[in-house]
């Protein structure tokens, strides 16, 4: 007795779930806002190689991610942060600003131990379809 009910009931369901029209395909903005903030969940994290990765493929192929962290030394923690803008100058290139809560580590004179929010204004690139972080040099 149950068996047909639920025969019944799967084909019901595959039928609702086949019917559903398609997620429309994200924007240009919505798939940078996602790469921002997946790069900053790995500085958050404290993923420093995670957070390499974001960056555009020639900083990479330029700078390894031993040179780019001796030049930029890790001198504090990602403890948030959130996209609040985004303003593109072209179709591959858009500036984001983003707010973050940091907290400088105990050595770092004479900040050390003080957590402070910040505003910051970082540019991204697409390259063949995916946004990446253009680090200053």
Same mark, same amino acid.
């Given at each position: 007795?149950?068996?047909?009910?639920? #025969?019944?009931?799967?084909?019901?369901?595959?039928? /609702?779930? &086949?019917?559903?029209? +398609?997620?429309?395909?994200? %924007?240009?903005?919505?798939?940078?806002?996602?790469?921002?903030?997946?790069?900053?969940? #790995?500085?958050?994290?404290?993923?420093?190689?995670? /957070?390499? &990765?974001?960056?555009? +493929?020639?900083?990479?192929? %330029?700078?390894?991610?031993?040179?780019?962290?001796?030049?930029?030394?890790?001198?504090?923690?990602?403890?948030?942060?959130?996209?609040?803008?985004?303003?593109?100058?072209?179709?591959?290139?858009?500036?984001? %600003?983003?707010?973050?809560?940091?907290?400088?580590?105990?050595?770092?004179?004479?900040?050390?131990?003080?957590?402070?929010?910040?505003?910051?204004?970082?540019?991204?690139?697409?390259?063949?379809?995916?946004?990446?972080?253009?680090?200053?040099?």
């Amino acid at each position: 007795m149950f068996k047909p009910l639920s #025969a019944i009931v799967l084909t019901l369901l595959l039928a /609702a779930c &086949a019917g559903a029209p +398609p997620a429309p395909p994200k %924007t240009p903005e919505q798939a940078l806002r996602e790469r921002v903030t997946a790069y900053y969940q #790995a500085l958050i994290a404290k993923d420093y190689k995670g /957070a390499y &990765a974001f960056f555009t +493929p020639g900083y990479r192929a %330029t700078w390894s991610a031993t040179d780019h962290y001796q030049t930029h030394p890790i001198i504090g923690t990602y403890l948030d942060a959130q996209v609040l803008s985004v303003n593109c100058v072209s179709d591959d290139a858009c500036d984001v %600003t983003v707010h973050t809560r940091f907290k400088f580590n105990q050595n770092v004179a004479p900040l050390g131990g003080q957590e402070i929010p910040m505003d910051t204004k970082h540019r991204w690139l697409r390259v063949d379809g995916d946004w990446y972080y253009l680090p200053r040099s």
